[in-house]
């Protein structure tokens, strides 16, 4: 076993109790409190990661870095439907998201997908991520400083629907209600031939914009689906769990005409 | 439409006909041939992404910079099973890989995974990769280079059950038969609480593992898997494809144990 | 529109308010009460299928004939887990059931697979259905009862472990924990080459099972799980509902040996 | 062990050489030739199930009555899409098939679904089955004579678009490419508040027939898939299999309307 680093303000921190886990902020002078008692942030700061802390009442914690997964799936807040890992994780390879990339995101909601997608161009690339309604804008700016990954990403209140002023970017990623309205602007803000994905709940929807994608001329229009299922760990009864999604969203994916 | 980058030497370019993709490595003096005729590799160079190119009897081919999907699924070069981007794609996010971070990885393969895991904490990071098969590592290597991901790994002609030298490591992903030997090494060279990955075809071999991250006091195990279903992308007939992949492998991903 | 059949004292009805599915056993004297109401059975008697009546608050209950799938998921008591339709269907179909047949059935828990094998080999075959729980006996009885199926079930409680007197079996499925134990007892019961089946929840005890399987001379085996994944039927947003269940049990299904 | 029945003239037996499964009709005079050498029909007459026969070269073959499910997916010739015993089970229990029960069937096809079907209300019940198409209907009834099942089944070869002389069915399934113009007369035809079903293969006929089921009144509206993924039967090495259907077709189910 080798030493941690240590933890710091501002970094954001798992505490588990060997079942549940709890995330915070770590912030000079708050105080993290649960039914097993109460840890001061300004005892944690200076443990390394994998420290235990303990509550005034004497409850440990394990402290841990979360992972990107446990970031989105648990200690970001929501109030929209987030494009899950079992998803972006895919998305960022079908876009070829590479550091130093510009890409355009139309539809930031919470932001789940913003974090991923900024992580994987970081340090050099930018996100411009465009969302209509205010509160989900300041609901993703929170998440993104919570993940730390705040400055890879341009957060622009706006419809691209009404103009956008970036373009030339390598690749897009729209998650709207009737994205096919988007292909004009995905044509003339893109460099030619980029990829481009999108998500989408009913094949109602995946219907109406394989029609507008083979309008407009975009190339390779492929369709799928990711399915995750969990299982119990447990080596000797080993199987999947009882219950899982069953269904989260299309992920479509083409590319941008040739000139 | 914006002007796209202009292709250069060391570029791996994508060749589309409307229907299938070759992939080159664009060099100085190389010719691409197909039975629809010859391209010259010097005729592709300073062209931009999204142009035709034509064949000497005049065939057409759109040049498409290939995203980390396709690369991995169609450019690389495979002598073992690889990790598909369905599984990669989860697998660094559980891993919660970023920038700057420091891997562990044995069990190489092909590097289909490692080009993924490269990716991702590029620019400052670095994967070091252990595979004891020299053949395996020579493919690796040539992979790696095709994609431009050469300088953010450190190759490893080694068993890492022999002893490595590297340490402080903070995340770890192995793809070998027998997973459970390498546990004490993950727990020594790893920091504290560290994610670690595993992949395994058979449900036997994940008993096994379970059994031995629970004896080694690894934390937070869990249980996987990832099914990919593709659509036929016709709009007034939309439907899953015929046939699909059935399964890769189980995914299994803990913490290694707190001091 | 015909008319349908009357409605007679020992039928099971489904009384549906558009919304919600009740089920009850039609019998002299007795009463329907929920918070809408009370329906006298006596006032349901001799009305027709699809025919409706009301509470004596005036709310209307549509009388439905309840399909087989419907008694084994919504009528039936449960005090054990139930093979489910997904997969009792396809096991009547492995097993080569057909009216006429004797079949071998032990652990038979709820009695939710008995009525559907009960059901095919009707009126002609029989089910011995073996159960050494006599509270789950009673039970099964009580369910095939009101599913109408019981005379074409010899419900005996026993543990087939301990010996069993019928023989000349013509199919056998088998619902135990260590199903491995029963093979010899399907071996010298059943006629040569007949089809037997395997339910099992866990991964550990398929390959436990197999491996007996195999040692005993079984011939043609084979292992499949059924996944069932229900959509939202709203024509102008077909999708897949939120959550399904992620499993029951796998499938195994060999021949008994030759002589 | 118990003596299995005689094989007569007109049975169906499976011709298994520990691999490989081979189907013939047993009749008199014919012979079964494989490049392991021949066997006489008049050879196997009088055999018991489970016994073995040898051909003219030594090579021995296991003698084995074909289950239900082996029938449909190797036995029956086919010139058309089948509807496979994933789904065929579980339509039986949908429409809430019993012994005695009259069916209504359209579009037969190579008869697949007619024989599970058949099967299950039998010997009492009739299934009246639809088809246009000539050489389909004569396919269908090869098949159902090789099952051993004709005699429950009314072959008609007429469109039932054209209006159909059968009424007061208790269920009905349809296998047609426009199913929506059969409502008028399932509602006509069946016993009100009868259990009917649907397959079909893409969503954009889903959502047809969906908003014509809503229009047309009828009840209990549902819509699923169920997918088969086998496994390799390896005991040590348990796993799925490589690949696997991934779609026959979705499932529509629904009862017609109450008067």
Redesign the interface.
Known sequence: ?????SIRDGDLVCL?DGENSFYILLQPGSTFTTHKGIIRHDDIRGR?????VRTHKGSEY?????????I?MYAIQRKTQIVY??D????????????GMKVLEAGVGSGALTL?MA??V???GMIYAYERDRRFLALADENLRMAGLRQFVTLLEADILEGIEE??FDAAFIDMREPWETLPIL?????????VGFIL????Q???L??AL?DEGF?????????????????????????????TG?L?FA?????
């Open positions: 076993m080798v030493l941690s680093d588990w390394r990661w994998g420290e235990r394990l402290l841990m870095k979360p992972s990107l997964y446990e989105v890992p079992k972006s994780g895919l998305i960022t390879l079908k876009l070829g998201l590479r550091p991923v992580n994987t970081a340090p050099t373009d030339n044509k003339s803000r893109l460099k030619a031939t980029s990829p709940p009913t094949t109602n995946v219907s109406n394989l029609h083979y190339l390779r229009i492929e369709v799928e689906e990711i399915i995750h299922r969990p299982y119990k760990p447990v080596p000797d009864r080993l199987r999947p769990v009882d219950r899982m999604s069953a269904h299309y479509i590319r941008t005409p040739a000139p």
